[in-house]
């Protein structure tokens, strides 16, 4: 299923803490759900009706190969789509096996030859940071673009999701010049030292529901620890990786080292993945996708692969909890990116003594939730990203309703137009529902009733996913069992989508293998290589 | 191909190996005396105890019923029979090792009682060295000193470095971009399926049991069919430490059968694997397919030995022979492409020959025998083909090239020269005691030579000179760099392989990240003192 990388990306996100939040996206969110909320509901087609026109233009469609950007060597193009209404925006060149060969012999000569790992790591970071400028230059055209491909709250992306693009090129531009060996103590009379190096040419693989976040996350760690890339974005989403590469090369970034690919994940996914001269692989994107790519990986030259896969995370609500707080952050939890985060918590877990409250607010505000044109200010929700997405979750909506769960709100689709789809709530979910138990990748919020901590540990963890969870009391007690009993990567203890770029990300089971972010993310873009030489008469051991 | 571990466990090396050799060397060449001890194999002074499978701290039969033979390399001859693990053993196993996780005791202890316990096995496996030694030198072929005064002792000293782990793993604050406050938390990640080889059965059981139950994992092994013996016993010895039923679980059996179940069960949350990259891909393929598990490889390899212009020969002939010839050959690290200056290479070539002959060849029982048999049949046999191939490629015989005795799985210390890049002995892993020269002319063409290959393990240097030694240590594409020493194993030393040798590391505080999950834990903060 449509396991696609989340990222929540509010730097200062959804923190219940009264008074952290003027900054933070989520609370201006909530500042204009609460002022559209009084007059408009979703059910307002008006905005779809009336779409705004991108202040942007398309510069860049074809194949970014070695500095240059190139036809598909077939000649072949694809349409990507505006979510809003199913037109296209624009033909892509269609890269394929052909293609990703060129990219890998361009990344290739760039690691082997140079200049890149021949850099001093002082220099590399100078030019990410040189990007990290040219970004916020252009953040306004980005996030258009990001807004017009991808269907997300132009808000969103311009206020949360580009800033946090350009810290993480801040943060990794900072490690490159930090990436320290060890020396280590020996057993007998020998000089022991550990060198940490690039791994040589990383294929990576983006998915599209935060295009320019997941290209943070990867290209970042990748090119600060000096190694060469070929990234191959989401066929949804091509757009505003082609525009960023760009700036990173008037950044000074040398032909070769980062080249990016348009196409499908058959063709050029399945030949990045079993490459013989790609020396690392990190793929976001389904548990399904997931497996094909380790298993090319496998059975082609056993690159190491990162993965960041599907989720069903558990959002925990405790009976001690402050209700209103807990709705306002679940519903965001849940419905932030049109549900479409892999960490979304799209298993809501209530305390049966405040279920009934829990219910009714959430349901309130679900249907205060703002659904329009992603253009608009104000707008909470967009269209999801492709119909195949769209059809899909409301066949999870279908399956909900026959599975017997009391349908709250929502249920529908929005408007005719475009893959917009109703905050949609359930409540009364049973742990063997679908609905429960694979990932909608939607609007859908499915609550579920607890009676105690053993039970919702258990039920928690019952799942093949072990990506993220949240939890919501005001015990620490409640708070230490659960952090360490939930087997999951991220534990959100009265907060979600806590997205800082020092925060390691990644999953338990098969949300994935390795993590990203943070110091933890440097290693899937180094080897080791132990160094030992024998000492004469040494002053000490 | 048969990419077993290597590990060659030296602790001080080259050093240790010169002296390990010198006994060989008193002794005459390998064709005269030692044909005499195949003859009349020494009887080893050990009872076989142990050969079922150890369940949730119980011996049981397997399932099935069924057993299978292992057999003494010097001869063929069945030493035992043993139970043969299969799937559903492999099922019992998990379920043992998966309650003794969720359930307890293991990762409920605190560290430092964990670390006691190991420290406890470590005791014990050190007063039964004897006994372990024979039984891996019966089971395996490798020489008794060997075992008992290298291989065994770094067993023990591998289990007191992890033991003392335990209670250092530590997670990590971060900083944050606002009002939070972060933590990482390293976790176990519950119940490990460690799949080991037949060449250093209990130096890799060390390798991979040592840092997953320092790290309060539970544990399903699996032994190689040809060296289960060893393992059995000493973790009977473990549980006589206070290990708890259920968190050590040994299944002898087979890859096709009880490998294969272990690596796509669905109730085990971590692989490691050393054996070699044909299988390596198989068993990464089936975790793939199954549940995800986050696979460590260590496989093969085809290591450079570079001897460099300025090199003594006789030293570097010395430890070109012993980077080799270490363990039969059968070292998946073995410097098996030794590639040697223009300048020196008729001199070396000479005095590698005259070396090999003298290595003494017999049975590993007796004292200052420096090679035993091969494994098995099996490898025995693709060494002779190997050897087959060097020579109707072109490459020139200098020694050997034959069995050796005419029972059990011996072979004669072989040297080939003037081979060739493209030859398939310059190529693939040969897992046996087949050494094979090559000549450079220079420092860039080396480079390019060592590293056209699949494998990317390790490499051996031979230098005086510190700019060639800084340059070939950043150019080799490989997971350890000896310079002028090779198979220093020290525990805090990392060991795997780049490219097709392997994914991650074990040993030292590398190994520690295998067996660890990491969990961010976020909260706000309010009104925090500081950020």
């Not at chain 1, 998915?207 to 970042?220: D, E, I, S, Y």
């Not at chain 2, 119980?58 to 001859?77: I, L, M, Y």
Request: include cysteine; charged fraction near 20%; proline fraction near 5%.
């Amino acid at each position: 299923m449509a396991a696609r990388r989340i990222s929540s990306l509010l730097t200062r996100s959804l923190s219940v803490s009264s008074s952290s939040a003027s900054t933070s996206l989520f609370s201006s969110l909530g500042k204009n759900s609460g002022r559209n909320g009084i007059g408009k509901r979703f059910s307002t087609a008006a905005a779809l009706e009336d779409l705004i026109v991108p202040p942007v233009q398309i510069a860049y469609t074809q194949n970014l190969i070695d500095g240059k950007f190139v036809d598909a060597a077939s000649g072949k193009t694809f349409p990507t789509y505006d979510p809003r209404t199913g037109d296209v925006i624009a033909n892509v060149a269609e890269g394929d096996a052909e293609d990703i060969d060129r990219a890998v012999a361009a990344a290739r000569k760039a690691f082997d030859e140079g200049p890149w790992p021949k850099m001093t790591p002082y220099e590399r970071s100078r030019i990410m940071l040189r990007f990290a400028d040219l970004v916020e230059k252009h953040s306004e055209e980005l996030a258009a673009l990001e807004t017009w491909n991808n269907g997300k709250p132009h808000e969103q992306a311009a206020k949360s999701e580009l800033p946090m693009f350009i810290r993480l090129f801040h943060y990794y531009a900072g490690w490159a010049d930090k990436i320290h060996g060890l020396t280590v103590p020996a057993d007998g009379p020998h000089h022991v030292q550990i060198l940490h190096e690039p791994i040589g040419v990383a294929g990576q693989i983006i998915p599209w529901n935060f295009p320019l976040l997941m290209f943070a996350w990867k290209v970042g760690p990748a090119l600060a620890c000096g190694n060469t890339i070929v990234l191959k974005t989401a066929e949804q989403t091509p757009l505003t990786a082609l525009y960023v590469a760009k700036l990173f090369h008037e950044a000074g970034l040398p032909p070769g080292v980062l080249n990016v690919v348009s196409g499908y994940g058959p063709t050029a996914g399945a030949a990045l993945a079993s490459h013989m001269d790609v020396d690392k692989v990190a793929f976001t994107g389904s548990t399904d996708t997931g497996k094909i790519v380790l298993e090319l990986a496998a059975k082609s030259n056993l690159k190491p692969v990162t993965l960041e896969l599907g989720g069903k995370s558990p959002f925990i609500i405790c009976e001690d909890a402050d209700v209103d707080k807990a709705v306002e952050l679940a519903h965001f939890a849940l419905f932030f990116n049109q549900g479409q985060c892999c960490c979304a918590g799209s298993r809501t877990f209530v305390h049966e003594r405040v279920y009934d409250e829990f219910i009714e607010k959430a349901k309130a505000r679900a249907l205060k939730r703002v659904v329009g044109d992603p253009f608009r200010k104000g707008v909470e929700q967009g269209p999801q990203i492709d119909t195949e997405q769209f059809e899909k979750v409301l066949r999870y909506i279908r399956a909900g309703i026959e599975s017997n769960a009391t349908l709250e709100c929502g249920g529908d689709r929005l408007g005719t137009k475009g893959y917009f789809v109703q905050p949609t709530v359930f409540s009364n979910v049973m742990d063997d529902m679908l609905i429960a138990k694979d990932e909608i990748f939607g609007p859908v919020q499915s609550i579920l009733k607890f009676k105690d901590i053993d039970e919702v540990i258990r039920r928690a963890n019952n799942t093949r996913y072990g990506l993220a969870a949240g939890v919501f009391t005001k015990s620490v007690e409640a708070a230490n069992t659960l952090t360490r009993a939930l087997r999951a990567g991220t534990v959100w203890v009265n907060c979600f989508d806590v997205f800082d770029a020092a925060i390691p990300f990644g999953g338990y089971k098969m949300s994935g293998i390795g993590r990203e972010k943070g110091i933890y993310s440097l290693h899937n873009y180094l080897q080791v290589k132990a160094v030992v030489t024998p000492l004469k008469n040494p002053a000490w051991l | 191909m048969a990419a077993r571990r290597i590990s060659s466990l030296l602790s001080s090396s080259a050093t240790s190996l010169g002296r390990f050799s010198s006994w060989g060397r008193r002794i005459n060449s390998f064709s005269t005396a030692a044909a005499a001890a195949i003859d009349e194999p020494i009887q080893p002074s050990i009872q076989i105890d142990h050969t079922q499978l150890l369940i949730n701290g119980q011996f049981v039969d397997a399932a099935s019923g069924k057993s299978f033979p292992t057999v003494d390399p010097r001869t063929g001859d069945v030493i035992a029979r043993v139970a043969e693990g299969d799937l559903e053993d492999i099922n019992r196993a998990v379920a043992a090792a998966r309650k003794a996780f969720d359930e307890g005791p293991w990762p409920k202890m605190t560290a430092y009682e964990r670390s006691r316990i190991m420290l406890r096995f470590a005791d014990l496996l050190e007063k039964h060295t004897e006994e372990v030694a024979k039984l891996e030198t019966w089971d395996n072929g490798k020489p008794y000193e060997q075992a008992a005064k290298i291989e065994i002792p770094m067993v023990v000293r591998m289990f007191r470095y992890y033991a003392g782990w335990a209670d250092k793993i530590h997670g990590f604050t971060v900083p944050a971009d606002g009002q939070h406050h972060v933590q990482t938390l390293h976790e176990p990640y519950g119940v490990c399926g460690l799949i080991i080889p037949w060449n250093f059965p209990l130096l890799l059981y060390s390798w991979k049991v040592g840092p997953a139950l320092a790290c309060g994992n539970t544990v399903v092994l699996k032994a190689a069919e040809q060296t289960p013996l060893s393992a059995i016993y000493v973790s009977k010895l473990f549980h006589e430490a206070g290990l708890p039923p259920g968190v050590l679980n040994v299944v002898s059996g087979f890859g096709p059968t009880a490998g294969a179940a272990l690596s796509s069960h669905m109730d085990v949350n971590k692989l490691s694997f050393t054996g070699s990259t044909a299988t390596g891909k198989i068993v990464l393929t089936l975790a793939a397919k199954s549940n995800l598990k986050p696979v460590t490889l260590e496989l093969g390899g085809k290591s450079p030995f570079i001897v460099c212009k300025d090199a003594d020969v006789d030293k570097a002939v010395e430890l070109a022979h012993s980077a080799l010839f270490f363990n039969q050959g059968q070292c998946c690290c073995a410097g098996s492409r030794t590639l040697v200056h223009e300048s020196v290479y008729d001199e070396f070539v000479e005095k590698a020959k005259a070396r090999a002959l003298k290595r003494v060849v017999g049975d590993p029982f007796k004292m200052g025998i420096e090679q035993g048999p091969q494994i098995d049949n099996e490898q025995f046999k693709k060494i002779l083909k190997y050897i087959r191939s060097g020579i109707e490629s072109g490459a020139t015989l200098e020694s050997g090239g034959e069995q050796f005795g005419s029972k059990g799985y011996y072979i004669q210390p072989t040297v080939f020269s003037n081979v060739q890049d493209d030859m398939l002995i310059a190529k693939d892993e040969i897992f046996g005691p087949v050494q094979s020269i090559s000549k450079f002319k220079d420092l860039e063409e080396v480079v390019q030579r060592a590293n056209a290959s699949s494998y990317g393990l390790a490499a051996g240097v031979f230098t005086q000179n510190i700019e060639t030694a800084n340059t070939l240590t950043r150019a080799l594409r490989v997971g350890t760099v000896w310079i002028n020493c090779y198979d220093i194993f020290d525990a805090a030393v990392p060991f795997g392989g780049f490219k097709m040798s392997g994914q991650g590391r074990e040993k030292g505080i590398y190994g520690l990240s295998s067996y660890l999950q990491v969990k961010a834990v976020v909260t706000p903060l309010k009104n925090p003192a500081w950020l």
